[in-house]
């Protein structure tokens, strides 16, 4: 069975989980691999159903494990979209597990993953506001946010490179959008990261020069339009010929060959936290240049 990434899906909770008229919440178990889960808040419906059609389990306030020993159909429908999420499972296990198993110690550090990104937080006691929790939460693009003692901020790859929030909480960056629901009275965190799946389009500086030492040399990288897998723009004045992007990993790669009416080159490298890492390539010339760019 082909592995899953973890999905963790968020929704923006009350003031705590109380608020929620389900006692459970829905973990998919897919193999033994230990990141091959997926998980729904409280209150989300659902239906596993035998090959030949019958429920046999579903939603409920009471806890319960159903072992994946045969072949079932998940029918998960999210209250925060229209499309049902359909999972055809021949191993593992579905899972209600009572919502107070999200209530962490003193210091709680998890590590999840979502849309192929990673998040490694910690839940710990507010020293300032007895009986409240604080959170340090960090993906691994480069977004990190920050709740301490009712005060939060965000920021990306450096502390001076602030975020703005939006409600509790919303964190748009040029990377995609992370949505994230933290609940101080429980230490409860729930996210999701939508990856933005144009985000190589733009004009992108990047910096040539032959060595580490050297002066800066910037020419242009236009990212016109990316279509499916394939990409197409200039770069160097040039027209990019046979434009392919893989989106498959955590790093969005590239390659493109352009010709300055004399030589052609080659150029591979991938997205990394909002810049590009690259090589060029020209083997009549010899060359070898690696580089890197970031958006005008």
Same mark, same amino acid.
């Given at each position: 069975?082909?592995?899953?990434?973890?999905?963790?899906?968020?929704?923006?909770?009350?003031?705590?989980?109380?608020?929620?008229?389900?006692?459970?919440?829905?973990?998919?178990?897919?193999?033994?691999?230990?990141?091959?889960?997926?998980?729904?808040?409280?209150?989300?419906?659902?239906?596993?159903?035998?090959?030949?059609?019958?429920?046999? #389990? *579903?939603? =409920?306030?009471?806890?319960?494990?159903?072992?994946? +020993? %045969?072949? !079932?159909?998940? @029918?998960?429908?999210?209250?925060?979209?229209?499309?049902?999420?359909?999972?055809?499972?021949?191993?593992?296990?579905?899972?209600?597990?009572?919502?107070?198993?999200?209530?962490?110690?003193?210091?709680?550090?998890?590590?999840?993953?979502?849309?192929?990104?990673?998040?490694?937080?910690?839940?710990?006691?507010?020293?300032?506001?007895?009986?409240?929790?604080?959170?340090? #939460? *960090?993906? =691994?693009?480069?977004?990190?946010?920050?709740?301490? +003692? %009712?005060? !939060?901020?965000? @920021?990306?790859?450096?502390?001076?490179?602030?975020?703005?929030?939006?409600?509790?909480?919303?964190?748009?960056?040029?990377?995609?959008?992370?949505?994230?629901?933290?609940?101080?009275?429980?230490?409860?965190?729930?996210?999701?990261?939508?990856?933005?799946?144009?985000?190589?389009?733009?004009?992108?500086?990047?910096?040539?020069?032959?060595?580490?030492?050297?002066?800066?040399?910037?020419?242009?990288?236009?990212?016109?339009?990316?279509?499916?897998?394939?990409?197409?723009?200039?770069?160097?004045?040039?027209?990019?010929?046979?434009?392919?992007?893989?989106?498959?990993?955590?790093?969005?790669?590239?390659?493109?060959?352009?010709?300055?009416?004399?030589?052609?080159?080659?150029?591979?490298?991938?997205?990394?936290?909002?810049?590009?890492?690259?090589?060029?390539?020209?083997?009549?010339?010899?060359?070898?240049?690696?580089?890197?760019?970031?958006?005008?």
């Amino acid at each position: 069975m082909k592995t899953q990434q973890l999905i963790i899906l968020a929704m923006f909770l009350c003031t705590a989980l109380i608020s929620y008229s389900q006692r459970t919440f829905l973990k998919i178990t897919q193999s033994e691999n230990a990141i091959d889960v997926i998980v729904y808040p409280p209150g989300t419906k659902f239906e596993l159903k035998t090959k030949e059609g019958y429920i046999v #389990f *579903k939603n =409920s306030d009471d806890p319960g494990t159903l072992d994946i +020993d %045969d072949e !079932y159909t998940l @029918y998960v429908y999210p209250s925060w979209k229209d499309a049902v999420d359909v999972f055809k499972l021949t191993e593992g296990k579905v899972e209600k597990v009572l919502t107070s198993t999200y209530t962490d110690d003193e210091n709680n550090s998890q590590s999840t993953e979502n849309n192929d990104v990673t998040a490694h937080f910690t839940v710990s006691d507010s020293k300032e506001r007895e009986g409240k929790k604080n959170l340090n #939460f *960090k993906l =691994s693009n480069g977004i990190t946010f920050i709740y301490e +003692d %009712d005060k !939060y901020r965000a @920021y990306l790859n450096e502390e001076d490179n602030y975020i703005r929030i939006k409600g509790t909480y919303v964190i748009e960056t040029e990377l995609g959008t992370l949505k994230l629901s933290f609940n101080p009275s429980n230490g409860v965190v729930w996210w999701v990261f939508d990856k933005k799946q144009n985000n190589l389009i733009g004009n992108w500086k990047i910096d040539l020069r032959p060595t580490p030492s050297s002066p800066e040399y910037f020419q242009i990288l236009v990212i016109s339009k990316v279509e499916g897998k394939t990409i197409e723009g200039t770069f160097y004045g040039s027209p990019i010929k046979d434009g392919f992007i893989n989106t498959n990993w955590e790093r969005t790669y590239f390659l493109f060959t352009t010709s300055d009416g004399s030589y052609d080159y080659y150029h591979s490298g991938y997205m990394l936290n909002g810049k590009l890492y690259g090589i060029s390539y020209c083997p009549n010339r010899s060359l070898t240049a690696p580089w890197i760019g970031k958006l005008k």
